[in-house]
């Protein structure tokens, strides 16, 4: 099993900054990473597939990088609706199994 | 427009059974891998299971394998989960995932809001 690690596992910013999640694989996954963010109460949304490619009706201000071991989930100024918990997830092989969650909070 | 709604959750005795169901429309069901998804209450989120497009072939996680059985019935549009031997562990939101892609495994692109599971004496 493919284990990935999130950091940070909370992240502090103001509206207007630089947010930058990671995500490291445990082996290789090539370019199969997704990201996802999850507000309270609700399901997942997807944002990043492929490592890079963003999904339909997200943001530009949303960008994902890496590949082989090593993802970087960027937002490059945040907005409010931004302040959530966001998941990577690898499809590589089976299980494609989550980080377990970077919390994006208010400072 | 695409969606996929799950039901069956409730509360259960730990041993017992539960089924949960997920109804898809809005597009062809047929054409695409479904998934169940959970998530523990305050937890993360945690892969359970795949079935393909023609329900040929499943995968499950370690902990649920020879518990929980996957299945679909394309001719209803709707895809379940079979979960027997319920353990406490196995409190969670489950959400019914459809995959972005026909034919071939891919990211997830739209997910239901999910039903709960408690299992609880």
């Known amino acids: 099993e493919i284990l990935l690690t999130q950091s940070p596992a909370t992240l502090s910013l103001s509206p207007g900054d630089r947010a930058t999640l990671s995500c490291r694989a445990s082996?290789?996954?090539?370019?199969?990473m997704t990201w996802y963010q999850q507000k309270p109460g609700q399901a997942p949304r997807l944002l990043i597939y492929?490592?890079?490619i963003r999904a339909t009706g997200i943001p530009a201000r949303f960008s994902g990088s890496g590949s082989g071991t090593d993802f970087t989930l960027t937002i490059s100024s945040l907005e409010p609706e931004d302040f959530a918990f966001y998941y990577c997830q690898h499809r590589y092989d089976w299980p494609p199994t989550f980080g377990q969650g970077t919390r994006l909070e208010i400072k | 427009q695409v969606q996929v709604v799950e039901s069956g959750g409730g509360v259960v005795q730990p041993g017992r059974s539960l089924r949960l169901s997920c109804a898809a429309s809005g597009f062809t069901f047929s054409a695409y891998g479904i998934h169940w998804v959970r998530q523990a209450p305050g937890k993360g989120l945690e892969w359970v299971a795949v079935?393909?497009?023609?329900?040929?072939?499943?995968h499950y996680v370690d902990s649920v394998k020879g518990r929980f059985t996957i299945s679909r019935d394309n001719s209803k549009n709707t895809l379940y989960l079979q979960m027997n031997s319920l353990r406490a562990e196995d409190t969670a939101v489950y959400y019914c995932?459809?995959?972005?892609?026909?034919?071939?495994?891919?990211?997830?692109?739209?997910w239901g809001q999910g039903t709960l599971v408690t299992v609880s004496s």
């Open positions: 082996l290789s996954v090539s370019n199969s």
């Open positions: 995932v459809k995959e972005g892609t026909p034919y071939s495994s891919s990211w997830y692109d739209y």
């Open positions: 079935i393909s497009y023609d329900g040929r072939t499943q």
């Open positions: 492929d490592a890079s």
